[in-house]
């Protein structure tokens, strides 16, 4: 199944998605089966990100060739940081560059696990069954800011970095499938999206340790390869078996 | 006035709190003026914290002396870091020690700001009708994890490491008063509440120049002394107009 929520009539209304339609649900369906309440075509809709996260979290080196780009230490655990839910932003709406940053501006193609389940102390098996399903996430990130300030508050947070969807992908087989990044239909980056040093369960299992993990919370995992996004691109990311998550880019202050 | 949410019959309610009673509101008075639906006994309620965030985002460095025992240096800008819901603990509630935890374990009492308004790219005057009201923040921190992890992601953000509450209050100068640290009613620390680096006005006026800000979103605004905690302790973070923040520590595994 693919579960996504769009804006209807002012309304955040979760749905299930077709071919050419999208059955509107009565609830989330996280952790219930909620009723079909409409129909609306999936053309024109308005997508939202498709669940807003108790927490958001960010999986940051994962991937050998990224961290050997970056001439990094390979993590000897899992670890996680996270992203402020004010920066997500849906499938098809702009990623706004603010006209004060300078250098970098970057896409980071990324998996994102959703949780559909209450866990604390998982094992792996636990963990498996834990998630609800999978989406895509745009880590945009701001490289000036990322090296001056004291976190990433803004260069990874700012209004508009984090698109995420189109949807939520139930039934892949989501670390078989490739990362395929592109900026107006050109391939910037293809990947082997389960290629990760510690998988979506190696994370749960180790968050939570200490942690509990709850429906909704969502695990951004990493990526392999990044690539400079200008004003007036269209930057497409695709997972094979999920979708694609496509986003325009503007400059703040202009028009879209 | 001072607004609370409570645990009434296993569901979070809402609460304006009186002297002996708390009168249960038909939803947030964040955004809107709820009814009143009930009322119940002020001995024996059950505290949550006051809000859950939208974002929940929390300042260092940001008292001198605190800075100055650090040895660190004196920011030039207001910046902040983010924290994780899933750590929220009400007033009255423990707050649990993980057993592998070993070296500091530590309270950092806080103010907390909490917004009632939609902002971006606020005034100074903007930001000042932006807050709601104030809350106190125990940052509980676990010293060893902090110097030895990548991020905060379990040093300060593992369960019940985030007491907040006990409820929000709507009308003090919050900035003219005392933060006072107690453990077992043995006072630890005392300072001017307002003795900051930046205020938080400062703060959301920076935050909104790239960030909208959302009604519920707290800001903690840093500790300028902190204190071990052991299990078996009660802790009381006071800030004079507001109230008492206070939370029993426990040994995980162990009951209360």
Chains 1, 2 share one sequence.
């Not at 952790?31 to 940051?60: C, E």
């Not at 899992?78 to 706004?96: D, K």
């Not at 896409?107 to 834990?130: C, D, F, I, Q, S």
Request: charged share 20%; aromatic share 8%.
């Amino acid at each position: 199944m693919r579960y996504a929520r769009l804006s209807v009539a002012g309304q955040a209304v979760w749905g299930r998605v077709g071919e050419e339609h999208v059955a509107l649900l009565s609830g989330s369906p996280l952790t219930a089966a909620p009723d079909v309440i409409g129909t609306v075509p999936r053309a024109g809709a308005v997508w939202l990100p498709p669940v807003v996260p108790p927490v958001f979290y960010a999986v940051g080196m994962n991937y050998p060739r990224h961290i050997a780009h970056a001439g990094a230490r390979t993590p000897d655990r899992p670890e996680v940081g996270h992203r402020a839910n004010s920066a997500l932003t849906g499938h098809g709406s702009p990623i706004v560059k603010p006209a004060e940053v300078t250098g970098r501006f970057e896409a980071e193609p990324e998996l994102v696990a959703v949780m559909g389940r209450t866990v604390r102390h998982a094992t792996h098996e636990e963990a498996r069954a834990a998630v609800f399903g999978w989406t895509i996430g745009n880590d945009v990130s701001a490289r000036t800011w990322q090296h001056t300030d004291r976190t990433f508050w803004r260069a990874k947070n700012s209004d508009t970095f984090k698109p995420m969807g189109p949807w939520i992908e139930t039934e892949v087989d989501a670390l078989a499938q490739t990362t395929t990044l592109r900026v107006n239909g050109e391939v910037r980056a293809a990947f082997p999206t389960g290629d990760m040093v510690f998988d979506p369960y190696d994370h749960i299992v180790e968050i939570t340790r200490h942690i509990t993990l709850h429906p909704g919370d969502v695990l951004w995992m990493g990526a392999e390869s990044v690539c400079q996004m200008e004003p007036g691109d269209t930057v497409d990311i695709e997972i094979s078996g999920i979708g694609v998550l496509s986003n325009p880019v503007l400059l703040e202050g202009e028009p879209l």
